[in-house]
């Protein structure tokens, strides 16, 4: 009995340190943690592929942005002239209106002068024609304050945006095309014609 007793303690150490042996083989050769794995990164191409895509989304975002700035400048531009023209040209129906009453006012003061010449002495007629072109005076005072200008035609070239002709008269000392006569004064709103002037033409005489 002490004999297997002295061989199994004899032989105790060596089985011990065969296990451990093998614990310790098995510790070093066997499978490591998945999670102790490094990660690989991506390769060099892969990353200036995405790199590449970045800069064309940047690129698109900011023409898309570029392009609504200019587009909401537009807008705005457009409003405001909008809004300027409104407040400019509101009054544009009124005043072709008032230009027919300065019409029949002119002719009203042009015979009231022919009637109140020297020759005829009437106070009457004088202070009617006085009265009557300071009214006419008064008119084109106010409209001039808001922008409404009479033309003044005679002696330059005809213009087919301000002028209708409406008879020719030979060149008398005047330059072919050229406007020789007025029938009906043109007025003008802020630079924009309202009324055109009815104007004659100059033209060559044929002999």
Known sequence: MSHWQGLYFRGSPCVFSTAAQQRSTGDECGPEDPRDEPKHPLSDCALEHKAIKLEEQVRDLTERYRKALADSE?????????????????????????????????????????????????????????????????????????????????????????????????????????IALVTQDGYKLHGRTIRHALVGVAVESQE
């Open 74 to 178: 537009n807008v705005r531009r457009r409003t405001q002239k909008f809004v300027e023209d409104a407040k400019l040209f509101g009054i544009q129906s009124f005043c072709r209106d008032l230009v027919e009453v300065a019409d029949i006012l002119e002719k009203t003061t042009e015979s009231a002068a022919e009637e109140a010449e020297p020759s005829n002495l009437s106070p009457t007629l004088k202070k009617i024609y006085e009265g009557l072109s300071l009214i006419e005076a008064k008119l084109q005072s106010v409209f001039a304050k808001h922008g409404l200008q009479k033309m003044n035609p005679v002696g330059g070239r005809y213009d087919p945006y301000d002028h209708e002709i409406v008879c020719h008269v030979p060149a008398e000392g005047l330059q072919p095309g050229t």
